[in-house]
């Protein structure tokens, strides 16, 4: 009697156990999904949209909240803004902060000496035609003091600032922004030159560094300086208003001074200006801090928004890998039966259909990262401001792109581990 053949010792089912059979997995994977080359690309588009959806939507948040910083920047650090008050007609309307004339020189000099004030610069400001020579360009005049270039940090590249003593004086000199200097003077050196305001003649001592746009798009650089008495009494007329401003712009010391200063401010205006307890304040302050706080929460809000529609897409695409998942079980059935009936455990099968899932969700995933930053690249080019790829986008992209390939690979897989051999061989 022949004796019986020994019976072929299956493969172990531990985790350890699969690390061998990795390499040729992959290898099968590969292979499997190389043959439906079709119905893999279109199953991977999805993934592909969805991460490059991701990408450019992140890459345009961050470029937003850079933009915004970026003004925000610009306007100066730890800065509050008084406003005279406002204005209202027989009706009760009102017309806006600073249409009715109640800050003055004096309340700049007396807010000056505030403690955890750094300066205060008393400002006014108008839109006039400024005319050099033949050439005249429609720009924002600014009226006021040396301490405004303190407040701004904001100090001439050329040439210099006006002094104390000047705009004590009445001193006709002017300092000007890049547009104004480029429109009405191109290549040529402006400093020297004169430059006539409402008729009124100013000689340019300095020229302002570039700051950009500002928020709300307002060029920044479109501006020319006054010493704030020269202006008045010259440009503005002069009369009783003449030692009114529009506003006042005070630096505080450090953030943490900011609400200290606030509320300084506000007790001693309200005593300057004689109001009762009853009496609404006659003028207004705003945090520039608290401010940009705001816009940065909103814009990191707006990020967060577009990464989730972005999202939304990714979970397109993963429920595309079940499908097709689900369809290779289907398909394959017969060969899973085979597997098992020559001793392959169902640890094996289910990692055999994970890693063709993870496979397709990853190289979804480099692609739609290649796609995502090529289309932010462009982007770049009709925006107003630069996308900014942030690196942790796209190593959460694959992060993500990894976990939905096996979420929504873990059921087919599953289901083809379940077969029963039988009835798989029997399909």
């Known amino acids: 009697m022949n004796a019986p053949l020994p019976r072929p010792e299956a493969p172990p089912t531990g985790g350890a156990g699969m690390v061998p059979l990795l390499g040729p997995m992959l290898a099968e994977a590969v292979g499997a999904l190389s043959a439906n080359r079709l119905r893999s690309a279109l199953t991977m588009l999805g993934m592909v949209i969805g991460v490059a959806a991701v990408i450019l939507m992140l890459a345009i948040g961050n470029g937003v909240q850079n933009q915004v910083s970026r003004s925000i920047s610009a306007l100066g650090s730890n800065l509050l803004i008084v406003n005279s008050g406002a204005a209202r007609t027989g009706g009760g309307f009102s017309q806006g902060a600073g249409s009715r004339p109640t800050l003055t020189l004096d309340d700049a000099e007396a807010i000056a000496r505030l403690p955890d004030v750094v300066a205060a610069a008393p400002t006014s400001g108008f839109t006039a035609q400024v005319v050099a020579g033949p050439t005249n360009w429609l720009t924002q005049v600014t009226t006021t003091t040396p301490a405004w270039f303190t407040v701004q940090n904001w100090y001439p590249e050329e040439g210099r600032a006006f002094s104390a003593m000047e705009e004590r004086q009445a001193a006709r000199v002017a300092v000007i922004g890049q547009t104004v200097a480029r429109e009405l003077y191109g290549a040529s050196d402006p400093l020297g030159e004169r430059i006539r305001v409402r008729g009124v003649s100013f000689t340019i ?223």
């Open 205 to 427: 001592v300095g020229v302002l560094p570039e700051r950009g746009q500002g928020i709300g798009g307002v060029d920044r650089d479109d501006v020319v300086v006054l010493p704030l008495t020269a202006s008045l009494r010259l440009v503005q007329g002069g009369g009783a208003f003449r030692r009114f401003v529009r506003s006042i712009t005070v630096a505080a010391t450090t953030p943490d001074a900011m609400a200290d200063v606030e509320q300084a401010i506000a007790d001693l205006l309200r005593r300057r200006h004689g109001l009762s307890p009853r009496e609404e304040d006659d003028f207004s302050i705003t945090n520039l801090t608290a401010v940009g706080e705001t816009f940065q929460e909103t814009t990191g809000a707006i990020s967060l928004l577009l990464g989730a529609i972005g999202g939304i897409s990714l979970v397109v695409g993963g429920i595309g890998i079940m499908n097709i998942m689900l369809v290779s079980v289907t398909e394959r059935t017969r060969e899973i039966g085979i597997r098992m009936a020559l001793g392959a455990p169902r640890a094996a099968i289910r990692l055999q259909f994970l890693l063709e899932a993870l496979m397709l969700s990853i190289t979804g995933c480099a692609l739609g990262v290649l796609v995502g930053t090529g289309l932010a690249v462009v982007a770049s080019e009709f925006l107003p401001f630069p996308t900014v790829i942030s690196p942790a986008s796209v190593v959460a992209a694959f992060a993500i792109s990894a976990a939905i390939g096996i979420f929504f690979g873990w059921y087919p897989a599953t289901r083809a581990a379940k077969l029963s051999p039988i009835e798989a061989l029997r399909s």
